[in-house]
């Protein structure tokens, strides 16, 4: 069943190759690199990066374990996911990936799986620069050793300057009608699809690319995958392919007795005691700015909002909520949502809590925000509306 919305993008994932250079008793793609295979772990850097269809294209037979190492990783993105076998060369696998593309896919990118731990980042560069009107991109690096032009013999010929030079990576991207027509007219087999479509006639334009977008073709190029996959990861520099999901709690209290009208939920409560506090003691606001920053592991409200930071004094929960949002995206995280509950005899949250919602998810920048209330059965300071209590919950994924 063809998923709703249907992309516009797709993503043709070739590990159809043997792995002659490698020799490491499978195909290539079905190489261990940890616990998970090559391809597992390359799959993992498609499915975080922009929503696509993808098309994983294999060795004849290897269909099943494909399909299970995609289903595993692809998240709440498995109806996107088809398997189709490959040809006898690269770029008849590439054929065999577009044949399999939906209607509605108009920008293909075409990705080595052998690349298998390009950060998700380098598919949205490569994305952006299709969206800004290119026909074909693809990422580069710099070239780091010294060129020479050799003959036969092996006798230097010539220094090639090296300035002029960039190394080519996977994600290629294109758009769908660029790279068919230069496949159909292709009258020489080409070892990327940008040599292919350049050769067409079309102009490739280049987005940095990343040293660890590496192809593993020999087996040291294995060794350095699998070192840097169990080297620790620094704390300043997470690496993107292997950052999970985060589940980040937060709870706040404050007491009536404030001056002014209540504000909470990131609401004004006109006729309700106000709650006390360094700022507007909006404890439903504290309690998701803790639980959004202990999810990105950025510390705490304290951290943060401490009473050193005065423009905070008089703020409410949009000013909270906004800097949160700024500094969890600037760590490279994105709020997937948050839940909170209030405990409080007052106010009321029944005919306004889709109002807190809207705000409260408006200052997160869109993510979704459930507000739930409750009493305590006349229980506890909340029982004797002495304040309000609030628990947020929070999920932050990684970008
Ligand atoms: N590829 C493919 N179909 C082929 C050949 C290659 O899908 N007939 C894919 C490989 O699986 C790999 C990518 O193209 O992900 C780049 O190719 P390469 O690194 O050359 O892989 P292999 O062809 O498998 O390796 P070798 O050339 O050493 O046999
Ligand atoms: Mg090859």
């Known amino acids: 069943m063809i998923p709703s919305p249907v992309p516009r993008l797709a993503v043709i994932v070739v590990a159809a190759g043997s792995g002659t250079r490698l020799a490491g008793g499978a195909p290539k793609a079905f190489v261990g690199l940890d616990e998970h295979t090559i391809l597992r772990h390359a799959l993992r850097g498609v499915f975080a990066a922009p929503r696509a269809q993808v098309v994983v294209v294999v060795p ?3 269909e099943g374990p494909a399909l299970t190492d995609a289903l595993e990783v692809a998240g709440d993105r498995t109806a996107l996911v088809s398997v189709v076998p490959g040809g006898a060369t690269r770029q008849s696998s590439v054929a065999a990936g577009l044949a399999a593309l939906w209607a509605d896919v108009d920008t293909v990118l075409v990705h080595d799986a052998a690349r298998a731990l390009t950060p998700p980042a380098v598919f949205e560069r490569v994305v952006a620069a299709l969206e800004r009107g290119a026909d074909a991109v693809i990422p580069a690096v710099p070239v780091v050793d010294t060129i020479k032009r050799v003959d036969a013999t092996g006798a230097i010929v010539a220094a090639v300057d090296r300035s002029e030079l960039a190394a080519a990576q996977t994600p290629q991207g294109f758009r769908r009608g660029v790279l068919e027509e230069a496949l159909a007219s292709a009258d020489a087999d080409h070892t990327d699809d940008a040599a292919l479509v350049a050769a067409a006639g079309h102009d490739v334009i280049t987005v940095d690319g990343d040293a660890v977008s590496f192809k593993i073709t020999t087996s040291p190029d294995l060794d350095r995958a699998r ?3 169990s080297a620790p990861v620094p704390a300043a520099h997470p ?3 292997q950052r999970t999901p985060r589940v980040g709690i937060g ?9 002014g009208t209540l504000w909470l939920a990131g609401l004004e409560w006109p006729g309700e005691p106000a709650l006390s506090g360094h700022s507007d003691g909006d404890a439903v606001a504290h309690a998701i700015v803790d639980a959004v920053l202990a999810a990105a592991g950025l510390g705490d409200i304290g951290t943060h909002f401490g009473t050193d930071r005065p423009e905070f004094a008089g703020a409410h929960a949009e000013a909270f909520l ?3 949002r700024n500094l969890v995206a600037a760590a490279g995280w ?3 949502n948050v839940s909170v509950q209030v405990q409080a ?6 005919s306004r809590r889709d109002e807190a919602e809207r705000v409260l998810s408006a200052a997160l920048g869109g993510a979704p925000v459930s507000v739930s209330a409750t009493t305590t059965d006349g229980l506890g300071f909340t029982g004797r509306t002495e304040g309000v209590a609030a628990f947020a919950t929070a999920l932050v994924v990684p970008v």
């Open 60 to 62: 004849a037979g290897f």
């Open 227 to 229: 070192a840097l996959l």
């Open 239 to 241: 690496s993107p392919p």
């Open 251 to 259: 709870t706040d209290v404050h007491g009536f007795g404030g001056e």
């Open 322 to 324: 906004a800097h949160t």
């Open 334 to 336: 994105r709020i997937g």
């Open 345 to 350: 005899n007052r106010p009321r949250f029944a």
